[in-house]
């Protein structure tokens, strides 16, 4: 048995997120498709792909990580070839590596990286329709800046995580967030040791409020203190987040 890590990129717009969930019947995720792909490519029934991310419905991603394990002798080098040619064109893998059999996606990951785009245009930019928020009021964008540079550090996010998460904890660090400008682009980075359900998309839509005068800056540390979502700004639309990058 060998387990094999790779990396890929795909465009979400047409997938009900990452996962498979049980009853879903017959709608597509990405990782229930990249399981019918390894198994025509390898003539194994049941892979299982795990995931370093669990990219929502319409989330997309430039490195996402997986790892599976296979029986298959296809040289390492084959994988993303073999895969790609089964494949829909919005999924794409492009690296690969035999890598040790306790080696995990998810478990092992040190940080990930998220990007969040913003467009200002007057008029959406049709080709940035699945890609990019459409914001069609002025935003005060050094004030989004200061706003955000309080969320770095680890805090207890509970304010920034939607209602029905299971998780042990709501502590997470943010190693480092930024906003560039580009034309009329807005591109929010995120970089942290972990996220919570739809951490980085309210983040978002509460530095938007901020941006648009409805919050001052500092009410970000008000926000980590009360640990409560109905006091955060509404959740960003999935079309514009994108995961970029998983260090191990």
């Known amino acids: 048995m060998r387990r094999i890590k790779m990396c890929l990129a795909y465009d979400g717009t047409n997938y009900a997120g990452w996962q498979v969930q049980a009853g879903q019947g017959r709608v597509e995720t990405v990782q229930g498709t990249v399981e019918k792909a390894l198994a025509l490519i390898t003539k194994e029934e049941g892979i299982r792909v795990v995931g370093a991310g669990r990219t929502d419905a319409g989330v997309h991603a430039r490195g996402q990580v997986i790892h599976f394990d296979t029986q298959s002798r296809i040289p390492i080098n084959r994988f993303p070839a073999a895969l790609n040619s089964v494949l829909p064109p919005d999924i794409r893998f492009y690296e690969a590596e035999e890598v040790s059999g306790d080696f995990h996606a998810q478990y092992w990951a040190k940080e990930k990286t998220y990007r969040y785009t913003l467009d200002r245009s007057p008029v959406p930019d ?52 930024h906003l560039s400008e580009t034309g009329s682009l807005i591109y929010v980075n995120i970089t942290a040791d972990g996220f919570l359900y739809n951490m980085i998309r309210i983040i978002v839509g509460t530095l938007l409020e901020i941006g648009r005068g409805k919050m001052p800056p500092g009410y970000i540390t008000k926000l980590i203190a009360a640990r409560d979502r109905s006091l955060a700004g509404p959740t960003a639309p999935a079309k514009g987040l994108c995961l970029e990058n998983v260090v191990y």
């Open 126 to 177: 049709v080709f940035l329709r699945n890609y990019a928020c459409h914001v069609p009021y002025e935003l005060d964008v050094a004030t989004m800046k200061e706003a955000a540079q309080y969320l770095i550090g680890t805090h207890d996010f509970r304010s920034f995580c939607a209602a029905g998460s299971s998780v042990k904890t709501f502590v997470r660090t943010i190693k480092e967030i």
